[in-house]
C-alpha cells in the first residue's frame, strides 16, 4: 500500500476472506510490534502480509504473489536515508528470484510502468469500467463522475472572488440538502500558503531553509514544510516595522473554516498531516467519515490514495493548477494521477456522482486530460516528450546532491565535481549528458546548501562505477523527485 493510512481499510478486507492469516506490517508500528510480527511472518503463521513501501522486505515463506496497490505513487521510493529503493523495483527482482508473480495496479499507471506495458514487457490487464458492489449480482458497472470544469478567471472577470466557484457552491449545497457526502481537495495545508507585508514586500522564509513560512492560523503560527522550524506570527514586520502582514493563497485549513462559514450546519472534518498526526487520528478520521458523522471531507493528497467512500456524491477540486509548473518532468503526469485518482472517490455508490474542477488553466492538457479521465492521451502526450528529450522511460537517470553549511563552498564543490564527469564522459566517449549543477529544491534545507548534478543517458550509473565521490556526496538511482 502506498500510504500507512489506508492499511485499516484494506486490513479489514483480508482478515474477514484470511481470519488469523493477515500480517500488518509498516514503520507506524512500535519496534516491539514490528518485531514479532517480523517473527510470525517468518515463522510461517501468516499467509498474507499487508503495509506500506517497507513491507516489501517482509521474510515470506514460499512467496507466490506480490501486489502493489496503486502503483503509481511516489511514496515507494524511499528519497531521504540510504538505500534509495523503490519498492516497485525491490519487487520486480523478489519475484524473480522467487518464481513469484509480480501485480501491479493503477487506474493511473506510472507512464514508466504502462510503457512496459505497451512494450510488450509487462502483460496488460485492463478494467474496462468501474465496478461497484451489488447485493444481488455481486458486482454492477459504476460509470465514472462527470467533470465540470470552471475557470476561475472568469468568476474574477464576474465579480465572484470567491474561494468556491458560484458552481461548486450550488453543487456542494445540492448534495449536502439531499443528505450525500461531499470532498474538497487541496494540495496545499495551513491557512494560507504565506504571509506578506503590505508595507515593503516582505516574506517571512524559514532562516534554515530560505523558503517561505506556511501560515498556520489555528495556531498562530508560521511552520516551515521543509523542516519543520515554527515561530509565532510576528506582531508587526520584521524588516519595516509596519503592523501590515497579511496572509496570501489558501490552504486546507482556509477551505475548512470557509465551509463551516458557508454551510454551518455541514459536519466538516479536514485530513491532512496537520490534522492527523499520527495512526489512531489517520483511523478516527476515516471512521467518522465512513460512518457519515461528517458530511464534508476537506484534505490534500492523501484523499488520492485509494480510498473507497460509497457515499460521496460530489467531489471540489478547488485549484487543479498546483503541481502543474513546479521544476520536474513528471509534472504533468503526477498532476493527472493526483487529480484523477481525487475525481474518482465520487460516485462510487449507487448514487453516481460528479466533479467541480475549478482552475486557471482551462485549456491545460492535463485538464482537459482529467476532464474527459482520459489517461490515453496524457500517455501519449508524456511519451512524445520523454521519448524526444531520453527521460523515462527512454532513458535512465542518476542524480547527485551535495550539500554544504557554507553556501561558497557548496557551489563551488558542485561546479567543480560536474566539470570531472563532462570531462570523464569526453574522455571515455560515454553516451551520456550531465546536467548542471542546479541548485536544489529548496536551495537551503536545514542549514545546508544543496545542489545537484543529474546524469540522463542508456546507463548513467556506469559514469560512477570507477570514479568515487568525494564525502559530502549522495547517489539516487532513478530519483523520483523534483530535478
Request: one cysteine or more.
Amino acid at each position: 500500500m502506498p500510504e500507512i493510512s489506508l492499511t485499516p481499510q484494506t486490513v479489514q478486507r483480508f482478515s474477514a476472506r484470511f481470519p488469523g492469516r493477515v500480517a500488518v506490517l509498516h514503520s507506524g508500528l512500535s519496534l516491539r510490534e514490528q518485531f514479532d510480527t517480523w517473527h510470525r511472518v517468518r515463522q510461517g503463521r501468516c499467509d498474507v502480509v499487508v503495509g506500506a513501501r517497507s513491507a516489501i522486505f517482509a521474510p515470506v515463506p514460499d512467496l507466490g504473489l506480490v501486489v502493489i496497490d496503486e502503483e503509481h505513487e511516489w511514496t515507494y521510493k524511499e528519497q531521504d536515508r540510504t538505500p534509495r529503493y523503490h519498492a516497485r523495483r525491490v519487487a520486480e527482482e523478489l519475484c524473480r528470484l522467487a518464481g513469484a508473480v509480480l501485480v501491479l495496479g493503477s487506474a493511473t499507471p506510472d507512464v514508466a510502468s504502462y510503457h512496459k506495458a505497451r512494450t510488450g514487457r509487462y502483460h496488460l490487464l485492463e478494467l474496462p469500467h468501474r465496478l461497484r458492489p451489488d447485493g444481488a449480482s455481486g458486482v454492477v458497472p459504476a460509470p465514472l463522475p462527470e467533470v465540470e470544469v470552471v475557470d476561475m478567471r472568469r468568476e474574477l472577470k464576474e465579480g465572484h472572488r470567491g474561494l468556491f466557484s458560484r458552481r461548486l457552491l450550488q453543487e456542494m449545497a445540492s448534495a449536502l440538502d439531499a443528505g450525500e457526502q461531499v470532498v474538497l481537495f487541496l494540495n496545499r495545508r495551513g491557512s494560507a500558503s504565506f504571509l506578506q507585508c503590505q508595507s515593503c514586500g516582505h516574506v517571512p522564509a524559514c532562516p534554515g531553509c530560505e523558503v517561505a513560512y506556511t501560515y498556520h492560523g489555528d495556531h498562530g503560527r508560521l511552520l516551515c514544510h521543509h523542516c519543520n522550524r515554527g515561530r509565532r506570527v510576528p506582531e508587526s514586520c520584521p524588516a519595516c516595522g509596519e503592523a501590515a502582514l497579511r496572509p496570501l493563497g489558501a490552504g486546507t485549513q482556509r477551505v475548512e473554516e470557509e465551509v463551516r462559514r458557508l454551510f454551518p450546519g455541514a459536519r466538516t472534518l479536514r485530513w491532512d498531516r496537520d490534522a492527523a498526526r499520527d495512526r489512531s487520528a489517520h483511523e478516527r478520521i476515516m471512521s467518522l467519515f465512513a460512518s457519515h458523522q461528517a458530511d464534508v471531507l476537506v484534505g490534500t493528497q492523501m484523499l488520492a490514495k485509494g480510498l473507497d467512500l460509497p457515499k460521496v456524491t460530489l467531489v471540489g477540486i478547488i485549484l487543479a493548477d498546483i503541481g502543474l509548473h513546479v521544476p520536474d518532468f513528471r509534472a504533468g503526469e503526477r498532476t493527472f494521477q493526483l487529480l484523477e485518482q481525487v475525481a474518482g472517490r465520487a460516485g462510487r455508490g449507487p448514487r453516481g456522482g460528479r466533479v467541480v474542477l475549478q482552475t486557471y488553466s482551462p485549456q491545460h492538457p492535463v485538464v482537459q486530460a482529467v476532464a474527459a479521465h482520459d489517461y490515453q492521451a496524457l500517455y501519449r502526450e508524456e511519451a512524445a516528450l520523454r521519448s524526444r528529450l531520453r527521460y523515462p522511460p527512454f532513458g535512465k537517470l542518476v542524480r547527485l546532491t551535495y550539500a554544504h553549511g557554507n553556501a561558497q563552498r557548496a557551489e563551488e564543490e558542485a561546479i567543480s565535481q560536474a566539470s570531472r564527469l563532462r570531462q570523464a564522459v569526453r574522455r571515455e566517449g560515454l553516451d551520456l549528458e550531465v546536467l548542471g549543477p542546479a541548485p536544489a529544491y529548496p536551495h537551503r534545507l536545514r542549514g545546508r546548501y544543496r545542489w545537484h548534478i543529474t546524469i540522463k543517458g542508456p546507463e548513467p550509473h556506469a559514469l560512477l562505477f570507477r570514479r568515487p565521490l568525494p564525502e559530502g556526496w549522495t547517489v539516487d538511482v532513478d530519483p523520483v523527485g523534483q530535478p
